[in-house]
């Protein structure tokens, strides 16, 4: 990517007023993102829903400027810069209209695999709430190990989630508040290095912003964007995974919420998910699994013809038809081969110890 294009990419996020649906806006009116800057401000006040103050602002030279600084910046520390029209831009963001234009991204991790899901919740997790964490993530990564954990970095449930995707071999993301010459909390900086070769750090802010209130409700449709799902371990009755929870809702993405004691403040805004159906009932890695599909089809086991050889020509005789019919009951395996039914019992409860038929409620067998 040219530094010129690059700086017009840029530049476009920066331009206050806008926001990202209307820069989407101005770039399918003007072809290109470069042409919105070569636009004089006499064309630019004629745009519906532009008017002479975003003018102004996009005619303004100082952040085209502030871009180029930038450009530098992510090029010389191999930050990767991400825009929306760019083919590797997640398909899962590209899914939300009110995405990030542009993106930084550092790390070495498919921002596009095949399951990603969102941890978030209190910043003042209790002892239940971080176990709970961790033991959820630690069944997933059993299961799956190419999962991808994203969270915000911050105290709590954050960094609890990161940490347990580090210690199971998880790749994790932190979707920061701030930009990369900053690191907030700084008591997790260690972290943050760690899942920079394991996962990786982005955000859609410059690398000198600091972590201020607002940016970390905006970097909140990133972490819920960038997933399959969002989980919330503990939240009160008001909170930012709150804020992320409806933001993931609004995305028609699965909410998780993990319950509560009724009389527990930081379990209020999970229970509260659950009660409104906003979130599925979430106590184990399997409630996830089960939701999402995730559950792998456990392949039936390979009989060996080495036993089949050995049953005699009864009990072939029943497998075979089982094998044809699919699922029949004792009396009707009875008529079909005309066996006692004392004898037939015997026969399919030693088929059952052989691992060859499976008896459900009903008295029905199928083969295995």
């Known amino acids: 990517m040219s530094e010129v294009l690059l700086k017009h990419k840029i530049a476009l996020g920066l331009i206050p007023r806008i926001g990202d649906i209307n820069a989407r806006k101005l770039v399918s009116h003007f072809g290109s993102v470069e042409a919105i800057f070569h ?8 745009i519906p829903g532009i008017g002479s103050g975003i003018a102004k602002y996009i005619s303004d030279r100082a952040y085209l400027d502030a871009a180029e600084k930038e450009a530098e910046y992510v090029t010389k520390s191999n930050i990767r810069t991400c825009f929306y029209l760019d083919n590797d831009y997640p398909f899962r963001l590209r899914q939300c209209d009110d995405s990030p234009v542009v993106f930084f991204f550092k790390g070495n991790c498919d921002l596009d695999a095949s399951k990603i899901l969102s941890v978030v919740g209190t910043r003042n997790a209790t002892t239940r709430g971080r176990e709970l964490c961790e033991k959820i993530i630690e069944g997933l990564a059993a299961g799956h190990p190419d999962l991808i954990i994203v969270s915000g970095l911050a105290y709590g449930i954050d960094i609890a989630s990161h940490k347990a995707a580090l210690a199971n071999n998880l790749q994790t993301i932190g979707v920061l508040a701030h930009g990369f010459k900053t690191t907030y909390p700084a008591i997790h900086a260690s972290t943050a290095k760690a899942m920079v070769s394991k996962g990786g750090l982005l955000t859609d802010f410059l690398s000198d912003a600091l972590p201020e209130r607002n940016n970390f409700l905006k970097r909140n449709r990133i972490i819920a964007g960038l997933a399959d799902a969002t989980l919330v371990v503990e939240s009160g009755i008001k909170g930012g995974a709150l804020i992320t929870a409806d933001i993931a809702n609004s995305y028609n993405r699965d909410v998780f919420a993990v319950p509560g004691r009724p009389d527990d403040q930081w379990s209020a805004g999970c229970n509260n998910l659950i009660r409104s159906n906003k979130a599925f009932l979430t106590e184990c890695s399997d409630d996830i699994e089960y939701f ?16 089949f050889s050995e049953l005699d020509e009864t009990e072939k005789t029943i497998f075979e038809l089982l094998s044809k019919q699919g699922e029949l009951t004792i009396d009707t395996i009875c008529r079909s081969l005309d066996i006692p039914v004392y004898k037939l019992s015997s026969l399919l409860l030693q088929m059952e110890f052989k691992g060859l038929l499976k008896c459900s409620p009903g008295n029905l067998y199928r083969t295995v």
């Open 39 to 46: 636009e004089p401000y006499r064309n630019l006040i004629k």
């Open 292 to 307: 999402l599909n995730w559950k792998p089809e456990k392949s039936k086991p390979v009989i060996q013809r080495t036993l």
